[in-house]
């Protein structure tokens, strides 16, 4: 069985929320400049972890035509949370094959063709990959964090998530709260759309989900390979009368890990202990 390996999380901020993250954050995450998108609409800052995932804070530049970001997948979200997630593969050979399962499921959900996406990083280096989004039965995009998008590397993937040292994990995963990586996405849904998205993880994953309790949970893979975390997806219901889809985070830490952090105002990820 084919898993899709788990890639990173977007957290759309301000660009003056963009400024500050860095040192508000140092006593429990080290969060580093990311550089600026090939458009030039978009900059981000990111958290790496050690088992290959990140967390992206992306924030549109000032002074944006109002315009371009409204047209932008993310330009209409509210700022100070999660705005989408992302899977990724092994190759973009394997997603001709994930397109067509999801096609297959025949709830008209599809996944568009993959594009190109480019990203220079402060140091000059400049990262390539292939994007793609979600489409709806007449061929609207998904509204974000509903499903993954997809970012599949055709530079190395070290160049845009380092997370190898040469004797051991990169200095950048070494944080200060023993965060080691994303050990769950939880995926809130109102109650009427978790008959039209199960099936569709169910394909994304290659598998039928488990279920407890109401929640159903799909297996993913990791960059950097097995670790004791949970690493599972789960799909729940919405409690709070929202109509759009919400994202909550659970981080793997260690015994040494806080129960929570706040990345933002209103913005806590648990952490669960590895074993």
Known sequence: MVLPILDHIAILVSFQTLQSVTDQLKDSLIVIDGGAHADGLTVNKLIHLADGTYIEFIAFVEGVDPEKRRAHRWGNLEEGKIADWAHTLHSEADYAELQKRVK???????????????????????????????????????????????????????????????????????????????????????????????????????????SEAGVFSWPYQLPAGPNPGSNQVALSTLTDGSSKAEIKLTLLGTKESPKSIQLLPGLVLDFEAAT
């Open 104 to 210: 297959d499921a025949a709830t008209g959900v599809t996944y568009s063709d993959l594009v190109p996406l480019q990203r220079h990083r402060p140091d000059g280096v400049l990262m390539k990959c292939l994007v793609s989004v979600a489409l709806d039965s007449e061929g609207k995009r998904v509204f974000p964090a509903t499903v993954p998008f997809w970012c599949v590397d055709v530079t190395e993937r070290h160049l845009r998530s380092p997370f190898k040292g040469e004797d051991g994990p990169h200095e950048y995963t070494k944080h200060p709260s023993h965060a080691k990586g994303l050990s769950r996405i939880t995926v809130l849904l109102p109650e009427k759309d978790i008959p039209t998205y199960k099936p569709v993880y169910d394909a994304i994953h290659n598998t039928v989900a488990t």
